[in-house]
């Protein structure tokens, strides 16, 4: 698990490979959130690949469960995205 800084850095990564825009609704904003898909209670890690950019407006629904966690997993998984290639 990290902590602190590296932390902090890879929000600041997350931010940035967003662009800045909630991955969600596509709504561009520096006050968005960096969401774990999978709960760290639930076992999630501290991972680019179980962290979204969210704006405020998604990540309360995320936390209401309004947003379902499938679609915040699409996000993160290729295979469900269609296009093949990836940096
Ligand atoms: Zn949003
Ligand atoms: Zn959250």
Redo the contacts with the bound molecule.
Sequence with gaps: MLTGATLEQLRSDIKYKALYR??????W?LH?HCHHIKSRGAGGDDTYENMVY??V???TDAHNGKISKHELMVLRSPEQSGTGTKD
């Design positions: 909630c991955e969600l609704c596509h709504r904003t968005g969210l704006c407006g998604c990540h």
